[in-house]
């Protein structure tokens, strides 16, 4: 704008002026896209009720609210194929036009880092807006003799086990932990979420289990209060250079790498940590994420991010985002952008760790 | 506890509260009505509203619409033999024969009523089982709902009808197909042959219409008259109400094991009907009329499935496990209010907890009510020429099938499951026993599996199990006792003992080749992956080639021998056309949708239905037309859903809705 007042200023060519402003006129439009009177499709690629859908859901009003002229902001659910079907309509059919995001999670970015057989969409093309964080803590049962997390070492030898939904789900994570850490886990698998991994965890029939955060303070609390559960660690989350600090929600339990450290002494390195880093950046830090379609205009990406950045500072919704999303900080923009990146430039020699471990280990077929 | 009970009963003399609830109530009996859009879809066109409300009022409302769903559903299941949600399947089993017979209103009238017992008995039970529930809930572990599998699957006894084998093998079948996809124990896709639709397996809404809905739709078109024999209501709903007080004592026993199944997390709401129509049949005296229209076939799921919502709450609100897919969605709307499932809702949060179950028990009050004074009208409909009703109803299953995943595949499977329901039908084999282990196949894989690993064969004699399975005896027993003897059902049914028995040992056949590949697909996988669908195939192999050595060499009169065709050729009154005509008019309707997407072939479909089958005017199929296809837009407007594209949508654009 500056630049358009000192050239009014500028007596020598009315006609140039005339065209700066007209073309500044232009440039206004283009950086503010107007979106009243249309209806915006927020593809959550389950169906409805879980994790994403009522994340989906929580978010859908707050963009209605900050995006330039109120577009109502509908959820289309687009259920099957565990998350790749949705993905793939919004890869093939979604125009760049900002009328149409899609909101992903660790179970669309998985089969995509694994080079499922089903994904027909390439993510790294996709415009990021937003990266939702969630947290997990992993846990033991108290009858293994532990005390705390300090007792961890304890663990070496003794056999535990694990309920699991499946060794390419977001259990991937935990298992490639587990495997990291030398534990002797077996993975029980068919668990219907991790719902059902915790009710065999209080019945007794797993004794290792984890919980993400909001599940953990509400329904695993309580066990460590009656002396029946032992936290060891949480996932932790990623501060502002990329390194896997304490998780804010649970400051006084070790994050990962620190648990590693107790369990073997030095930092973690080597392909297999490479693998785990990558898998747990794309499941935890960057768990749920909101996408524009490749080719999306720069100031629509940008209207997205700075609806999203406005939300993020709105009163209400600080009030409800610690009951719905927990108390983990929405990455908007440019750090969006940095750890998306992180989340899908897997290494190939750590996807290969990976793929060649889920083989021999899981029986997983690529 | 006395103080939570006190403020939850504060909350309700607040009109706001009542005045929410009543809302949810309401938008829970037009989608009710609608088949295919169960609680799951009524939930989440009404989430979008629960923001900024407060919890109470929230709650009130998704509590009302979650109640009454079960109760409202009934109208398709008994009037048109379209199972309205997946809670509803057994109630078609008895409630659509009483309307052919026109008993439309009579049905309803017991089936409301009795929804209205099981609401009331399970707010009842679960105002005080809610606080001890945890403990019990925990003693159910992999071993005990194994069992409780086992348990549902030996009510294929008493389903079977003539054939024991028959019934054994559909249930098998059931086993098989509902183990399509994704092995719990490896992930191996079993049987998908690459394709991303059958890697998730069958949708459980898409078996059930196929099932039940296509084969009713074709045999109506076929008949040409109208649902109700004699184009009249026989009997009011006061004639239900009535026979639901006689039957008062089976309305209550099997509300208690709605709200107790109910509350199991993992069983799963969809076999509560199942297993409360297992028991009526098992306990009653004179079974013969158990498919024909026995009143009592209606009261005791619909009791049943009233009473387990309540129950699905339990795990819900205790351990934030969804018992079903419509308390997944209950329990997204509480987090989106801000509450969080757990441990609190017995202790902190117990006046919430008390205010919901006494929501649920208010919301049945006026949704049997309202469902009752409707009924009259609704019913009305059985009298009217079918020509006019079948596109509609067609329209109605294809819009409730590609709810599952909204593309043309759900209307290919609805199409194949159909074909083979009709099969199915015309040769005697029970559906249900079919649908029964459809259901239970993931449970019972699932659960011997992870039992096995928790406890390895030793689960067997925990104390759990051990109960479960004398009541499995006792319910096997029960079953097996001799049916009494009914001359004329023995003179009806020697009528189709049809001489020519080709059709049904290729039919039989068709079943062997399936169990076959089954085996072939067996030998593909692991042995954690391939040993439920392999152990399955191989003993229904067997099974099926008895049955098909026992067609083939017995005498007509053997139980095993049925044709349905055969009879209707006895009958006077001849179908209007043969089996495979209107089969052949839905064939053309998919087609239409794989090349012009569904909108454009469904508009072709209905003019020309009207027009050829109907006999209706130009001006009255236009009109006819035209309200169905407005109203069918509004629908997948207001649900934000995109019809299934064809060919065309793949090569030009096309504006909503037609692309």
Redo the contacts between chains.
């Keep these: 704008m500056s630049w358009g007042r000192s050239t009014r200023y500028s007596l020598k060519a009315v006609c140039a002026a005339a065209t700066i402003v007209f073309g500044f006129a232009g440039t206004a439009m283009a950086q503010e896209p107007d979106f009243s009177g249309e209806r915006v499709?927020l593809i959550i690629p389950f169906?409805?009720?879980?994790g994403t859908?009522?994340w989906g859901?929580?978010w859908?009003?707050y963009f209605s609210v900050f995006l330039p002229g109120n577009p109502t902001v509908?959820?289309?659910?687009?259920?099957?194929?565990?998350s790749?079907?949705g993905a793939n309509q919004f890869e093939a059919r979604a125009k760049p036009d900002g009328l149409t995001v899609i909101g992903t999670s660790g179970s669309t970015q998985f089969p995509y880092l694994l080079r499922d057989k089903?994904v027909q969409y390439e993510m790294r093309d996709w415009r990021v807006v937003l990266a939702s964080p969630t947290g997990g803590v992993v846990y033991v049962n108290s009858d293994l003799g532990l005390k705390s997390a300090a007792d961890i070492k304890a663990l070496e030898g003794i056999h535990l086990?694990y309920?699991s939904q499946?060794?390419?789900s977001l259990d991937l994570v935990p298992l490639l932990a587990f495997e990291l850490l030398d534990l002797d886990v077996?993975a029980?698998?068919?668990m219907?979420?991790r719902?059902?991994g915790?009710?065999?965890f209080?019945?007794g029939?797993?004794n290792i289990d984890y919980q993400t955060s909001?599940?953990f303070i509400?329904?695993v609390t309580?066990l460590v209060d009656i002396g029946s559960a032992v936290p060891l660690f949480s996932w932790g989350a990623m501060d502002d250079d990329g390194n896997i600090v304490r998780d804010p929600s649970f400051p006084d339990l070790p994050s990962f790498p620190e648990a590693y450290e107790m369990m073997k002494g030095e930092k973690p390195s080597g392909p297999a940590w490479e693998a785990y880093k990558a898998f747990f950046i794309a499941g935890f830090p960057a768990q749920k994420m909101v996408f524009l379609p490749r080719d999306t205009p720069e100031n629509i990406v940008e209207a997205y991010r700075t609806a999203a950045q406005t939300a993020t500072e709105d009163k209400s919704f600080l009030a409800?985002r610690e009951?719905?999303l927990g108390k983990y900080k929405q990455i908007v923009g440019e750090p969006a952008e940095r750890i998306f990146r992180q989340a899908v430039d897997v290494p190939d020699d750590a996807r290969e760790w990976v793929q060649k471990w889920l083989t021999e280990k899981?029986?997983?077929?690529f | 506890m006395l103080d939570a009970m006190m403020t939850a009963l504060s909350h309700f003399t607040q009109p706001q509260h009542l005045m929410y609830l009543m809302l949810g109530v309401g938008m829970g009996m037009i989608v009710g009505i609608l088949p295919g859009l169960g609680g799951?879809?009524g939930?989440?066109l009404l989430?979008?509203f629960i923001?900024g409300m407060d919890q109470i009022s929230a709650l009130a409302m998704l509590i009302g619409l979650v109640a009454v769903i079960p109760t409202s559903d009934t109208f398709t299941s008994v009037l048109m033999g379209i199972p309205g949600s997946s809670a509803s399947q057994a109630t078609v089993l008895d409630g659509f024969p009483l309307a052919k017979k026109g008993h439309g209103a009579r049905a309803l009238g017991a089936a409301f009523s009795a929804s209205l017992v099981g609401g009331l008995v399970g707010a009842v039970i679960l105002t005080g089982f809610v606080v001890i529930a945890r403990p019990l809930?925990?003693a159910f572990?992999?071993a005990e709902l194994f069992m409780l599998a086992v348990l549902g699957l030996s009510m294929v006894g008493v389903l079977a009808g003539k054939s024991l084998p028959k019934g054994v093998i559909a249930a098998g079948l059931g086993l098989l197909l509902g183990a399509l996809g994704?092995a719990?124990?490896?992930?191996?896709l079993r049987m998908s042959f690459d394709s991303?639709?059958l890697?998730?397996g069958l949708p459980l809404v898409i078996v059930g219409l196929g099932m039940f809905a296509f084969p009713e739709i074709i045999d109506l078109c076929r008949q040409n008259r109208s649902i109700s024999d004699n184009g009249t209501l026989g009997s009011g709903w006061r004639d239900g109400v009535r026979d639901m007080i006689r039957h008062k004592w089976l309305c209550l026993r099997c509300a208690g094991l709605g709200s107790i199944v109910g509350a199991l997390?993992?069983l799963g709401g969809s076999v509560v009907d199942w297993i409360a129509y297992g028991h009526v049949v098992q306990t009653a005296k004179d079974k013969s009329q158990f498919g024909k229209g026995d009143i009592r076939g209606v009261l005791a799921p619909e009791s049943a499935n009233n009473a387990k919502e309540g129950g699905g709450l339990v795990p819900t609100l205790l351990?934030?496990?969804?018992g079903s897919?419509?308390?997944?969605?209950?329990?997204?709307g509480m987090?989106?209010?801000?509450?969080?499932?757990?441990?609190?809702m017995v202790g902190r949060d117990l006046d919430i907890t008390y205010t919901i179950i006494w929501s649920l028990a208010i919301a049945n009050v006026a949704g049997a009510g309202g469902a009752l004074l409707l009924s009259p009208f609704v019913s009305r409909l059985t009298t009217i020429k079918y020509g006019y009703l079948a596109p509609f109803m067609i329209t109605i299953i294809c819009f409730a099938a590609f709810q599952a995943?909204?593309?043309l595949s759900d209307m290919i499977a609805l199409l194949a499951l159909g074909v083979f329901g009709v099969l199915m039908k015309r040769f005697g084999w029970p559906r249900p026993a079919f649908l029964i282990g459809f259901v239970l196949a993931s449970n019972t894989e699932?659960y011997l599996?992870?039992a096995l690993?928790?406890y390895d064969w030793g689960f067997l004699v925990r104390p759990g199990v051990m109960i479960i399975l004398a009541l499995t005896v006792i319910s096997i027993l029960m079953g097996m006792r001799k049916h009494p003897v009914n001359p004329v059902e023995e003179e009806e049914s020697s009528h189709s003992h049809t001489p020519n028995r080709t059709p049904q040992i290729l039919f039989a056949g068709l079943i062997l080749a399936i169990f076959s590949l089954g085996i072939w697909d067996a030998t593909q996988h692991?042995f954690l992956g391939s040993v439920f669908t392999g152990s399955v195939s191989v003993v229904m192999f067997v099974v099926t080639a008895i049955l098909i050595w026992q067609l083939v060499t017995s005498p007509p009169s053997h139980g095993a021998n049925f044709d349905h065709e055969f009879e209707l050729a006895q009958h006077e009154e001849k179908p209007t056309a043969g089996l495979w005509h209107y089969v052949l008019w839905v064939g053309g309707l998919v087609a239409g949708t794989a090349l012009f997407g569904f909108l454009i072939a469904i508009t072709g479909f209905f003019v020309a239905f009207l027009r050829l089958k109907a006999g209706a005017s130009w001006v009255r199929s236009i009109l006819l037309t035209t309200l169905a296809i407005g109203g069918l837009c509004f629908l997948a407007w207001s649900l934000?859903?995109d019809f299934p594209g064809g060919l065309l949508q793949d090569l030009i654009e096309l504006p909503w809705p037609l692309g």
Excluded: H
């Design positions: 499709e169906g409805e009720g879980g859908d009522t859901r929580f859908a009003p509908v959820v289309k659910n687009i259920p099957g194929g565990g790749t079907s089903r086990r309920g499946g060794a390419t077996d029980v698998f068919g219907k979420g719902g059902a915790r009710l065999a209080e019945r029939e797993v909001s599940a509400n329904n309580p409800d009951a719905t899981y029986s997983v077929q | 799951i879809v939930l989440s989430l979008p923001y809930i925990l572990g992999s994704g719990p124990a490896t992930g191996e991303v639709y890697m998730d997390p993992g351990f934030g496990i969804p897919g419509s308390m997944a969605v209950f329990l997204g987090v989106l209010i801000g509450l969080e499932a757990g441990p609190a995943t909204r593309s699932t599996y992870q690993q928790f692991s934000v859903l």
